[in-house]
DNA sequence: ATAACATATGAATAATTGTTCATATGTTCA
DNA sequence: TGAACATATGAACAATTATTCATATGTTAT
């Protein structure tokens, strides 16, 4: 019957696929890069470390906002941080980061 | 002066760093993984192609929920339709995707 | 100790986005 | 043609999230 087909299909793919719950925490993994300015920052982190203020400068956001991205980020465990004096040195933390973005602009520059 | 030296880091970055639309249209893109049930509707695509009510069915929302998010798959160019008769059939468009869905489970089974 | 600077954080606001309900469109078969 | 089914879409609502301002915390040097 078509009916027990789609049954089938459900049950079987539904099987076949990661738990639920590491889907959520991939959606939120993804969810820090679908933000145009933790995206740049990111980007300016590839080229070297950077204090807050050169990220801001960089990204051309307030301070505030950039802290905020990057406590983002960190609680992502995608940068770490440096504490040096008065200023704190960020650089990524992960050696995925930068294959993700080759994907995603091989893909939006098809 | 440490002033220059800011002053220089900032462009230096600024000017290795992809144009500016270039990672606003990246983080568009990312913003598409950033959904759970956009992710879940991907990772039922890895298995096979299927149609509108498997998916709903597999991921457990409402037809219309299922819809509306294939529709921004669509739009990102990440999943193809096929109609045969009453049905739609939704495959996967492009093979970047199951690369940045490894990435990412890296990342978080770490 | 205090002034000056760098960074972090809380609260408020504005904007974006996911979901649902209701309904429209498209397709098949009697 | 009309009934039945599959999918798509519009409007409304709820929830999430990015940004800013104001201010707190932490660090250095005088």
Redesign the pocket.
């Known amino acids: 019957m078509i009916h027990d087909a789609h049954k089938n299909i459900v049950e079987e793919t539904k099987s076949k696929m990661p738990n639920t719950d590491t889907l959520f925490e991939l959606a939120?993994f993804f969810?820090?890069f679908?933000?145009?300015?933790?995206i740049r920052i990111m980007c300016a982190l590839f080229e070297q470390e950077l204090?807050?203020?050169?990220i801001?400068d960089i990204v051309g956001?307030?301070?505030?906002?950039?802290?905020?991205?990057?406590?983002?980020l960190r609680q992502e465990n995608l940068v770490k941080?440096r504490?040096?004096?008065?200023?704190?040195?960020y650089s990524l933390e992960d050696e995925h980061i930068q294959k993700i973005f080759e994907m995603g602009l091989e893909h939006i520059l098809e």
């Open positions: 939120d969810k820090v679908g933000d145009s300015t933790r204090n807050v203020c050169c801001a956001m307030e301070q505030s906002t950039v802290s905020h991205q990057l406590r983002v941080v504490r040096d004096g008065k200023q704190s040195y």
